[in-house]
């Protein structure tokens, strides 16, 4: 998908259009308006963190670039490794620096491909709350993921993708109560009996089951995530 | 404007990367200092011979490697594709490192003017005849690197070529019918006006390099036409 807008990939069937604009007809305003975390970070190894960004600011041709490019590896926590040679960074640096750069020049679109991939939870969380707050700001996240628990938190609209098709597609929320079987609700207690009903009738069970020396230990529904969701579409696991 | 940004961003960082890059410092001081080694330890007639040697491998060589090593890392680490997705067009980044390479390989040949005392008129034809020899290479270089796929598969075809074209015209001092060979290839007339000082080579010896010149040219237009960089 991320081919096709940029241009990479020429051989598919359909539109691909992006602002408005098939990818023959972008030009440099709508390059700048795009942002870009991939698979691979592209970044330069013996470069700098501050010489990684200060290129794509050129390109950019951003005013007052060192300023703009501290405040990025202030925001991202890589100030202190700003002279450090990427290669000698962590993963998670990594992919903070290229998140970094993706945002460098303030684009209207910001294109992930699994940014938290392999990724400790503080990183992940680190990149995750950049993102909430960019998309408070305007910002339009394009996020490709297997991580369907990342995509059920962070994003807005869904398209789930099988086999090259979309077989899926709208809210999380819509999407998950397509997909909704039979609603039914279950109550373990803490004596270790447990109890199984429709959700309509709840009420009713909870009454029932309401007894002084026992005291209800959880309640579980049955409402379907977006793996779930994935695996009864498309009848595989995800890899 | 946006693409002279480009080409000064890319040739910005290409100038910064090089400091860092072991192969191009190497590389970019190996010649001038065999130079200075061996004219301290041989006698004038063997200088007289080794020197314009060493500075047509200079000449010819390090721009066929570093053009082809840089673009093939590139190609290799995907910082290409990322350029490339950040609006810059191949043209623009072939020009940004190209420039660059050129500057390198011109200050390390000129390395060799310190070394052999030079009239003006001398150094002038020398800047003139390594500018010739550097801008053939680079075309050389930028070819071999649209060819190769990544980093481990330019350098088994880098070595042989840039040693071809940068040690045949000493080996054709050495041997008649080597000789005939190296007068089809642009770096024997630059060995032969970096022994004689001078510019002062026959119609059809620059016919040779005018040939050479098109030739690369003409193949590079029609690889860079139709693959691009590559895996861009």
Redesign the interface.
Known sequence: MEELRTRAANEHIGMVSVMGKEPSKYDSDVYASFGMVLDNDGLYDRLSCYDNLDLYARIYSIRNRQNKIYELLEEVELSEESKKSVSALSKGMRQRLSFARAILHSPKIVFLDEPTSGLDPATTLKIHSLMRRLKEEGTTFFLTTHNMAEAQQMCGHIALLHEGRIVEDGTPEAICLRHRPECKVSIEMDDGNCYETDAGNLADLLQKIKKPQNDILRIHSNEPNLESVFIKITGRRLE | M?AL??I???F??QV??SF??RLILVVFFMFPVLAMVFKEIVSKEELDFMLPSFMTMNTVMIPIIFMSSIIAEEKE???L????????RSWEYLLGVGICVFLQALLSTCVFLAIIPNSMDEAIDFIVVSTIGIICSLLIGAILAIIAKNQMSVGPVTAPVSMLIGLLPMFSAMNDKLEHAAKAFYSYYVRESFVSHSLEIDESSWAVIGLNFAVLLFLFIILYKYKGLGN?
């Open positions: 946006s940004h480009h000064a961003a890319v910005h960082k910064k990367d860092k890059n680490k995907k910082t594709r990322m350029l490339i997705m950040s609006n810059v861009e």
